[in-house]
């Protein structure tokens, strides 16, 4: 069988300089859709904290645990060291405001009437598709990034919505079944 001769990855626009690695690994999760999913939490001082995520996952059901990955340099990320609970919620495409407010400015991201206060006194957004509160069991320090684990203690429903997606660093809807 002939060998398959496979394109390399182009150098990124903002980067020309950066490693192939990089560059294969950035063009190839910018390809990748991703659902919009929001987590939150309160700071030590009390004040709300939160950002948006397109690392959700299940890990499993019995128990039901997810996680999310964040770096551990993030703005919020000592606030998640810290936490005992943290709050996760599913964006619908009406949430796409909510979602660019989580990944904007960390001082601006509760300016609004977009939350209230919910279980545990964490933030809860508004007029997601779903959330749910959980405690966090572990955190897994990889590199410069961290894993978190979270077990499932309740939660609600929100509005039925189409799925927020993160697609080609653009917030998008799903399209047309295949």
Avoid: C
């Avoid at 077990?151 to 929100?158: D, F, K, N, S, Y």
């Amino acid at each position: 069988m002939p060998a398959i001769t496979l394109a390399a990855a182009p150098p990124l626009a903002a980067d020309p300089n950066a490693p192939d690695d990089l560059a294969a690994f950035k063009h190839a999760f910018r390809r990748h859709a991703a659902g919009v999913a929001a987590i939150t939490t309160l700071a030590p001082d009390g004040s709300p904290v939160g950002f948006t995520a397109t690392s959700l996952a299940s890990l499993s059901a019995v128990p039901p645990l997810a996680t999310f990955n964040m770096a551990r340099s993030a703005s919020s990320w000592a606030s998640i060291a810290a936490a005992d609970r943290v709050v996760i919620h599913m964006l619908g495409a009406h949430n796409r405001g909510v979602a660019e407010k989580l990944a904007g400015p960390h001082t601006e991201r509760f300016v609004g009437e977009h939350w209230q206060p919910g279980p545990y006194g964490l933030p809860v957004l508004e007029g997601v598709t779903s959330w749910m509160i959980g405690r966090i069991v572990e955190r897994v320090s990889v590199h410069n990034n961290a894993v978190v684990v979270v077990q499932i203690e309740g939660g609600g429903m929100g509005p039925d919505d189409e799925a927020l997606l993160y697609h080609e660093r653009t917030y998008r809807v799903p399209g047309a079944a295949v």
